[in-house]
């Protein structure tokens, strides 16, 4: 069973992610907040006797269901039907990673990274990041949870609600898209 220093030391390491991963989906940074503080007391309230390793996936759940309620609050709020799920994205049987892609950029650094350097990282970053916040809701839940929070197939699909299929499914889409936004802004492998 995990003792309360597990449990804030859990937060503590999935904060700033949590937060990023919210801010993609929701695009209000004050409401991204307000989504993480909310699944974290959630977690804390409900869940803090369960095993540590429960955590991760727990929270995951935990903060896409939050998300999901703030977004039927605000449709109902403003009336307004949002639906990215139908996005499918044409291939083009390109394996570019973007992430692999900016780490590949740090590694050319070699420790000692000059300014013409750090300018190109973080162009890329912000270019990764806008393109990342444009991909569909599922897409962009499935391929973060994957690549940021580094889950397994079988993780990322019991934190989606989904099967190991559509886990699949997504990430290839979000991986495709992303690589060809990357592409026409011309940043390639």
Not at 50 to 67: D, G, H, K, S, W
Not at 80 to 85: C, G, W
Not at 88 to 96: K, L, Y
Not at 106 to 124: I, K, L
Request: net charge negative.
């Amino acid at each position: 069973m995990a003792t309360e220093r597990d449990l804030e030391d859990f937060l503590r390491g999935v904060e700033k992610r949590a937060f990023k991963r919210t801010v993609y989906a929701v695009r209000d940074e004050n409401a991204a907040l307000d989504i993480v503080q909310d699944a974290m007391m959630r977690l804390a309230e409900r869940y803090a006797d369960r095993p540590v390793e429960e955590f991760a996936p727990l929270f995951q759940r935990i903060l896409a269901n939050a998300t999901m309620d703030w977004f039927r609050r605000r449709r109902v709020r403003d009336g307004v039907l949002q639906n990215l799920s139908d996005f499918e994205a044409p291939g083009d049987g390109g394996e570019f990673d973007p992430l692999e892609h900016l780490a590949a950029l740090q590694d050319a650094a070699g420790g000692s990274e000059g300014t013409d350097t750090a300018v190109s990282r973080r162009q890329v970053l912000e270019a990764i990041e806008d393109e990342v916040a444009r991909l569909p809701g599922r897409q962009r839940e499935a391929f973060l949870l994957r690549y940021w929070e580094e889950f397994d197939v079988a993780e990322t699909a019991a934190a989606m609600g989904c099967t190991e299929g559509s886990v699949k499914t997504h990430c290839s889409r979000a991986v495709r898209s992303l690589a060809q936004a990357l592409r026409r802004r011309g940043i390639t492998p």
